[in-house]
């Protein structure tokens, strides 16, 4: 085997058990079997725009998008432990505002999707009461007097205005 052969060899090695490590901690971690399409946490970002749907004015970036067979599935990530009664409205809110948008975006909705805590992953079935609520809640802070008031930017980080999903109508950005 000539020296090229060998370098060959011992790369293709490497980029499989690289490969089997990666899809061995996405299975610890709780993360369906599929392909990561986009990634907005850890060390490499691979969404390079937000999910948008003009239809219900929602913008965002979950924290990954998996494809697998049965659909894309989003993934939230945070930082802090499980609640004990299980995941927080808020926390279920967003997770749900994901699923819409991946469903306005993709065309279908997604089977599930996740919500990952330090101690804890929770898999979130995708339903149309949830869907329903959620539209719901925002149809009523849209309507509420409140709605018609400015608010303003919350932070002096300019990093956290250059990856926001409102940068290019928002006239407070950093």
Known sequence: ???????????????????FRANWELAR???????????????????????TSLRHGLVGKPDYLIETRHGFVPVEIKSRNSPRAGPSDSDLAQLTAYC?????????????????????CWRIEYTRGRRRELLQV?????????????????HN???????????????ERI
């Open 29 to 51: 971690r709780g993360f369906p079997e599929g392909r990561i399409v986009s990634q907005d946490a850890g060390p490499r970002h691979h969404l390079h725009r937000s999910l």
């Open 138 to 154: 925002i149809g009523e802070i849209r309507e509420s007097p409140q709605s018609s008031e400015s608010i303003h930017r919350s």
């Open 157 to 171: 980080q300019p990093a956290r205005c250059r990856a926001c999903g409102f940068r290019n109508v928002c006239d």
């Open 100 to 120: 819409v948008l991946v469903q306005d975006v993709v065309g279908s909705a997604p089977p599930q999707g996740i919500i990952e805590y330090a101690d804890r």
């Open 1 to 19: 085997m000539t020296a090229a052969a060998l370098l060959v060899a011992v790369v293709f090695l490497l980029a499989v058990l690289v490969w």
